[in-house]
């Protein structure tokens, strides 16, 4: 079974401050593990993910997370937040030989100007 | 390009009633999820389609739901005699190939928000 945890449901930040949001995994096999962000009345949109190599990965609109394999771990990071991120962001893995992606239950973002 | 479409947007059924809910995957996309998105939830898995093929139903939560992709492109997913817990976003997502061989990621439609009164 594979399960993906988010522990916080919010995170507010100042705009240009850093931007940290939290993710923590259970898989049996190697993990896959993808982000993805959520605006309201919107899909989800694919930010990055982590297959194997480099446990830095950077993403799209300057977002970056980083795999910690000892810590089941792969937080996403922005250096410098913006009010345009705030947004609902999904935390996902699956098995690399599996299909099924399993969703975190998700942490609102809030950056204030 | 184009990306992942679905229609409706919005649907309000009354309970008892089927509905019928359409996914246009982007072109040349081999594999076909379907998710459900309850308030305030992460997407749950429905169902997978590799072309026309249905590999795996075992999230679809009961009977009154079905899938279908019968040209390896798009999908409908229809729900039977809906009832008041079906009210969800459900979410169509796609890939380029088959997951098993590849790392690919799913690109994700806009959702239907599906809403029985």
């Known amino acids: 079974a594979q399960s993906v945890a988010q522990p916080e449901d919010q995170v507010n930040v100042a705009e240009g401050n850093p931007l940290t949001v939290k993710c923590t995994y259970s898989?049996?096999?190697?993990?896959?593990l993808f982000w993805y962000v959520q605006y309201p009345n919107r899909g989800l949109q694919f930010l990055l993910k982590y297959i194997t190599g480099d446990n830095l990965v950077k993403g799209s609109y300057g977002f970056e997370a980083e795999f910690n394999k000892s810590q089941t771990s792969f937080h996403l990071k922005k250096p410098s937040a913006l009010v345009s991120d705030s947004a609902l962001y999904f935390c996902a893995v699956r098995e690399g030989s599996d299909y099924k992606l399993s969703f975190g239950a998700g942490t609102t973002v809030t950056v204030r100007a | 390009g184009a990306g992942v479409s679905q229609s409706p947007r919005y649907k309000v059924a009354k309970r008892g009633q089927d509905v019928a809910l359409r996914c246009d995957p982007i072109?040349?996309?081999?594999?076909l999820f379907w998710y459900q998105q309850a308030l305030g939830q992460g997407p749950e898995f429905l169902t997978y389609f590799q072309n026309e093929a249905q590999l795996d139903k075992s999230g679809l939560p009961s009977d009154r739901f079905f899938a279908e992709r019968p040209e390896g492109s798009v999908s409908t997913l229809k729900i039977q005699r809906t009832q008041q817990e079906d009210s969800a976003v459900y979410l169509c997502?796609?890939?380029?190939?088959?997951?098993?061989?590849?790392?690919?990621?799913?690109?994700f439609g806009p959702g239907t928000r599906l809403t029985v009164t």
């Open positions: 997502a796609s890939s380029l190939g088959a997951p098993g061989g590849g790392t690919y990621e799913q690109y």
């Open positions: 898989v049996s096999g190697n993990p896959y």
């Open positions: 072109s040349g996309h081999v594999s």
